[in-house]
């Protein structure tokens, strides 16, 4: 017989959540949800709170992105998950195992109108791979194993468990909780063996490797299916760092040159959306390789399209034991390209210019960053820029809003990023109007003793608006802010600390400050308003 678990509605679940690697909560306090805090109060089990529910939902992706494991967040009913529903839509097109575990009003009182009275199910269906209502107390173990066991499997995705009140209030018992255990997806071999063939014969071959990659522990893999073939990899989202820089075959400046001249382009991990043309490489032919069929592009034609475990894959590409064409003249035209692309970046990152280039931020910031330090992009212009000049050193180092785009991600990926690595660097890069979404939870961050580094590029406008607004219609309205706002002057009046900065000269100094301080710091740095990142459709 099996053993039994008995206790009330928030025990169960904290059970179950404990069983398949669960280590903490994020939440937003809120009464209907109260068990779910006794539970964890009475275990020891951390619990971090914020002041927004975005900030926990994100909070709950970073630890998911990160550990590769569930994220917990814990809302309330109503409003506590409507707030949320942002966060949820981001660990959607993240593919983010996040649980997120919501309050509801009373069951038996249906109707009458309750506090926070609304169907939750129906708004975040669309955004989750699970989503129910649990019936009863004795069923809550066995509906988180359900929730947590869609989670995990390929293509992974948050989840969504809502608790009536006397249902999470009620004592009850159940069998005790397993841990979640998910087979890998077996591909196709014939499809693979495709893929290789034309990997293994292309004159040109390009890979480009995306999150799923990292998410799916695939990194060790990729880079022998890359060595074996002498394929050029470039990367975007958590996919950056899966071949450290130095790598013979990692690439990051030569992109445009390479999709230019490939004849063959395999993208691992990462969907055919907007960062990648939409997967239009020109006469290229396409290998798409994902972790699920359900993830194959089904607006572009492609050579090939292996689904499935990636680490089985990329090993099989790396076994192929057909002919292989000679890509050493290949790589040698592309690293001509990318040394030339440096070179540039190296004059423009030491710009010594006043305002301040955005550039020369990044500079300063890859003299001091750690190579294991996790960087986090919360912005749109200046965290554009990011992407072109930061280059992570290591994988799953580097977090941003994914495809979803949604700002407000900063201080909750922040908070779930010093969760994970109490030891490492942790430094988030911030647009002027993303800094309105959430810092607020700098006092989170202060309060719970979670010091992290924000650096904010002022420039006083939306940036991704304006210029294109001008150019369109040489005008702009909605796309200015206060110019010199002292975002600083906001941290420090929340207990943190920090400084603005106006002078290429201070950069360097300040950013030391920041991080030698051990409490949330804000470097405000006043940025050039007319230096706008040139936009396109092939940015990572």
């Known amino acids: 017989m099996a053993d039994q678990i008995e206790g009330h509605g928030g025990e169960l679940a904290l059970a179950a959540l404990r069983a398949s690697g669960v280590t903490e909560m994020f939440t937003l306090s809120g009464g209907h949800v109260f068990p779910l805090y006794d539970a964890a109060h009475k275990a020891g089990f951390p619990i971090y709170d914020v002041r927004h529910e975005q900030s926990a939902v994100f909070a709950a992706e970073a630890v998911a992105k990160l550990q590769r494991r569930p994220g917990l967040a814990v809302l309330t009913a109503g409003p506590g998950v409507t707030n949320g529903i942002s966060g949820l839509t981001s660990a959607f097109f993240n593919a983010s195992p996040v649980v997120v575990l919501g309050g509801r009003a009373p069951a038996f009182r249906w109707g009458a109108g ?65 841990a979640v255990t998910v087979e890998p997806v077996q591909p196709d071999p014939d499809e693979v063996a495709r893929a290789a063939r034309l990997l293994a014969g292309a004159e040109r071959p390009v890979i480009i490797a995306g999150s799923d990659v990292y998410a799916g522990d695939a990194v060790a893999a990729l880079r022998e299916a890359a060595e074996a073939l002498q394929i050029p990899v470039f990367t975007n989202g958590m996919g950056r760092g899966a071949l450290p820089p130095a790598h013979p075959l990692a690439f990051a400046k030569a992109r ?40 194959r592009a089904g607006h572009v034609e492609t050579a090939a399209a292996p689904a499935g475990d990636l680490r089985l894959i990329l090993s099989a590409l790396a076994d192929h034991p057909g002919d292989r064409a000679d890509h050493g003249s290949w790589i040698a035209d592309l690293r001509a390209a990318e040394d030339a692309a440096r070179e540039r970046d190296a004059a423009e990152t030491a710009a010594d210019t006043d305002p301040i280039r955005p550039a020369r931020v990044y500079g300063e910031l890859r003299r001091i960053l750690a190579p294991d330090a996790i960087t986090i992009g919360d912005g749109g212009d200046f965290v554009s820029y990011a ?17 979803y785009g949604c700002l407000g991600t900063g201080m909750g990926y922040a908070m779930g990023a010093r969760v994970s690595h109490p030891d490492r660097q942790i430094c988030v890069l911030m647009g002027d109007g993303a800094a309105g979404f959430s810092l607020m939870d700098v006092e989170s961050l202060v309060r719970q003793k979670l010091p992290v580094v924000i650096v904010v590029g002022n420039n006083g406008i939306w940036g991704l608006e304006k210029h294109p607004m001008q150019a369109m219609y040489g005008y702009d309205v909605a796309a200015d802010l206060q110019p010199g706002l002292r975002y600083d002057e906001v941290v420090r009046a929340l207990g943190g600390a920090g400084e603005t ?19 949330p710091y804000l470097v405000n740095v006043l940025t050039d308003p007319s230096d706008a990142y040139p936009r396109s459709s092939n940015l990572a």
């Open 387 to 403: 992407g072109r000049y930061l280059e992570p050193a290591q994988p799953g180092t580097w977090l941003d809003p994914g495809p």
């Open 256 to 295: 445009r040159a390479a999709l230019r001249g490939a004849d063959v382009v395999a993208v691992i991990g990462t969907p055919l959306d907007f960062r990648l043309s939409f997967g239009d490489f020109g006469d290229a032919r396409v290998v798409h390789i994902v972790d699920a069929p359900s993830q």
């Open 501 to 519: 900065v106006a002078k290429s000269a201070d950069l360097a100094p300040a950013l030391q400050r920041a991080f030698d301080a051990g409490v």
């Open 114 to 178: 309750s506090l926070q009275e609304i169907d939750h199910i129906p708004l975040v269906a669309p955004v989750t791979k699970h989503a129910a209502t649990v019936g009863s107390v004795d069923e809550i173990p066995a509906a988180v194993t359900t929730a947590l066991t869609a989670a995990l499997s390929p293509h992974r995705g948050p989840v969504f468990l809502d608790l009536p009140l006397e249902v999470i209030f009620s004592v009850g018992d159940a069998d005790v909780p397993g």
